[in-house]
């Protein structure tokens, strides 16, 4: 239980061009998804927090027009990078928080999604 | 941003040797968890402890969640060459769920 996948696993793209990564609770319903950055070497970065229905909360220094999050579903968040630069190439992971109808803290990671902008 | 100290940041060992990583925090958590990453992969969910002065064990693994919510261990007993990965440490904000990370640690156990 507890699945999380991400779509696409790795992207090559164009310096310029917008890419799309999906993120998805497959048993279990997520009040909220996170989305993390992860550069070799290091621990994981957070950049926004996405409740379903609402806009996304983004970390300080986290650019909102570069970064556009959509929580359409209690099961799909999705991070679309416009305008990708090579500076944006990067380890990029999502995680979950199920909906448990109490608290829970507790978050399920994707896979991750490897970008690289060319 | 609540921070969390992890020591060490490397740890290399024989297999069958003893090991502990430690998390560190001036702050309280309303809970502590521990993931391991592979190489290219995403953290996978090791434990999650919430009550002061809780001890969860996980076959060789025991985690220990410190009576202030503020720090823990990870202790493995006779590692395996299986235990090889980035041990990291996320601690939860009472009010936003939020996790801080901590650096990670990287175990390698030789075989």
């Known amino acids: 239980g507890a699945v999380v996948s991400q779509h696409p696993s790795w992207v090559i793209c164009k310096s310029g061009t917008s890419v799309k990564i999906e993120c998805r609770s497959l048993?279990?319903?997520?009040?909220?998804m996170f989305w993390y950055r992860q550069f070799p070497k290091q621990s994981l970065m957070l950049m926004a927090t996405?409740?379903?229905?609402?806009?996304?909360?983004?970390e300080q220094g986290v650019e909102k027009d570069k970064f556009l999050i959509n929580h359409a579903s209690l099961t799909l968040s999705t991070l679309t990078v416009t305008s990708a630069h090579p500076e944006d190439s990067s380890f990029y992971i999502c995680?979950?928080?199920?909906?448990?109808?109490?608290?829970?803290?507790?978050?399920?990671f994707g896979p991750g999604t490897r970008l690289t902008v060319l | 941003t609540q921070l969390l100290e992890q020591s060490p940041q490397f740890l290399s060992i024989q297999e069958g040797e003893n090991l502990t990583v430690y998390c560190n925090s001036s702050s309280v958590f309303s809970s502590l968890q521990w993931y391991r990453q592979e190489p290219g992969e995403g953290p996978v969910l090791l434990v999650t402890v919430v009550t002061g002065g809780e001890v969860k064990k996980l076959k060789r693994l025991t985690f220990q969640f410190g009576d202030a919510r503020k720090d823990s261990s990870l202790h493995i007993t006779a590692a395996q060459p299986g235990d090889t990965g980035l041990y990291l440490c996320?601690?939860?904000?009472?009010?936003?769920?939020?996790?801080?990370f901590g650096a990670g640690t990287t175990v390698t156990v030789r075989a």
């Open positions: 995680s979950a928080r199920p909906w448990t109808g109490g608290r829970t803290d507790t978050q399920y």
């Open positions: 048993d279990f319903q997520a009040t909220t």
């Open positions: 996320a601690g939860a904000s009472s009010n936003d769920y939020k996790l801080s």
């Open positions: 996405s409740n379903e229905g609402s806009k996304a909360t983004y």
